[in-house]
């Protein structure tokens, strides 16, 4: 009976050996990030090379936290911005910032964005507040990649994604209709699919009626997500290793 119970202690191991691994060795390896992910801010460039900062300090106007250090000058005759002024200082403090993306909302060039870049620290403070030599695109339309910044493939894509799903007043007539302009390297970003548009596969993202169906009203939700076969359903998504396991 001793010898039993010590190799029947064995089994709980040897049975996540034939398992599925559900971890990854991060930070040598990263799982996909999020499409609305906020991460490090870019500020973006028109196709043709100019800034879309027009230096209106909207963005320093509404950051909760007030890490955002905006000085607009008037456009020199060879003109940095299409706009009367540019961004002519551009400071943001990352050891205060919160990443609530207000100051991307708030932009109305959708100049300011961000990343999906958090894997960023420092040793000094001074490297903590990054100016427009870091933050603006670099002449292929893509984040700086600084000393201290581990960058990995996608993390520059979909920049600002949260908001390309929202629509003008909430009007669902716009969902998925593009409202900004294209971005030097890029061109026009697509729009997210919306709360009732079909999903998107160039942003790789479900529409919100199909993520969150439970949020819906019943007359909205769909026919094999209602009643016990929807509850049914739910739990197998839920549970993939016992599916695993049982057709094993
Ligand atoms: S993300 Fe939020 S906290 Fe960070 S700079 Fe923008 S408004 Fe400020
Ligand atoms: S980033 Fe946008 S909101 Fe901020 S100063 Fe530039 S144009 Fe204005």
């Not at 090379?49 to 250090?69: D, S």
């Not at 456009?75 to 205060?96: A, C, F, M, Q, W």
């Not at 160039?202 to 009203?217: C, I, Q």
């Amino acid at each position: 009976m001793g010898a039993m119970s010590f190799f029947g202690g064995f089994r709980l191991t040897l049975a996540h050996l034939t398992r599925p691994t559900v971890t990854v060795s991060y930070p040598q390896a990263k799982r996909p990030k999020q499409p609305r992910q906020h991460g490090r801010h870019v500020l973006n460039r028109y196709e043709d090379g100019m800034e879309k900062c027009i230096g209106c300090e909207l963005c320093a106007g509404v950051c909760p936290v007030g890490c955002i250090y905006v000085r607009g000058k008037d456009n020199p005759d060879d003109p940095v911005s299409p706009g009367e002024r540019y961004g002519y200082v551009y400071e943001i403090n990352y050891l205060r910032c919160i990443h609530c993306d207000l100051c991307v909302e708030a932009c109305p060039t959708q100049a300011i964005t961000e990343s999906k870049l958090f894997e960023f620290s420092f040793t000094n403070r001074a490297d903590a507040i990054y100016t427009k030599a870091e933050l603006v695109v670099d002449d292929a339309g893509e984040p700086r990649h600084l000393p201290w910044e581990d960058w990995r493939e996608g993390e520059s894509a979909m920049t600002g994604g949260w908001m390309r799903a929202t629509s003008p007043a909430g009007a669902a007539d716009f969902e998925g209709v593009t409202q900004w302009s294209a971005e030097l390297g890029v061109g026009l970003r697509e729009a997210e699919a919306g709360q009732s548009g079909p999903a998107n596969p160039a942003t790789g993202t479900k529409s919100l009626r199909e993520a969150y169906y439970k949020h819906l009203s019943p007359a909205d939700v769909p026919a094999e997500r209602r009643g016990l076969a929807g509850m049914l359903t739910a739990l197998r998504a839920r549970t993939p290793r016992r599916r695993i396991k049982g057709a094993a």
